[in-house]
């Protein structure tokens, strides 16, 4: 199952420059979603990391991450969120980077439940490009309720 950038809108409350997934390619319900990120030289975030060598900073590497992991624990628990909803990252263990990601990259990003308690998700998360190894990480996300 294949979800656009039209649905998945609908599961995260970010918006660019912050969006960080473009396009789910898979989705294992309950189980694990692969996602991808296109990194642009277009980017805001280009301007000033680096301008000499511009390369994706590893920060919001692991935020794709985590926004891959949102869209994957709502699904799991059915339905939209409600503007009263959010996913927050509470934690990342053992994040790595093996190598750089630069503008005309495309950023696959897989996550794998590993276990969901105490309302707090953990994943095992990878993010690759040409199946190259560029980060790996456990991540942390608990639903949270806020005032709207």
């Known amino acids: 199952m294949e979800l656009d950038i039209n649905e998945i809108i609908k599961y995260l ?3 660019y420059p912050f969006l960080m997934i473009d396009r789910v390619v ?7 979603l692969k996602a991808i990120k296109n990194i642009t030289i277009n980017e805001p975030i280009f301007v000033g990391h680096f301008p000499q ?3 994706f900073p590893g920060v919001l590497i692991l935020e794709s991450m985590a926004q891959a992991s949102a869209i994957l624990a709502f699904r799991e628990v059915g339905g939209y969120p409600t503007p009263e909803t959010l996913y927050l990252l509470v934690g990342i263990d053992k994040a790595r980077f093996k190598r750089q990601v630069v503008p005309g990259d495309q950023l696959l990003i ?3 439940l590993q276990r969901k308690r105490s309302g707090i998700w953990r994943f095992s998360a990878t993010a690759t490009v040409n199946d190259q190894l560029c980060c ?3 991540v942390m996300i608990a639903q949270n309720e806020i005032d709207a």
């Open 13 to 15: 409350p970010h918006r």
């Open 26 to 32: 898979d989705i294992e319900e309950g189980q694990s």
């Open 53 to 55: 060598f511009p390369v």
């Open 110 to 112: 897989s996550v794998e």
């Open 136 to 138: 790996s990480a456990e």
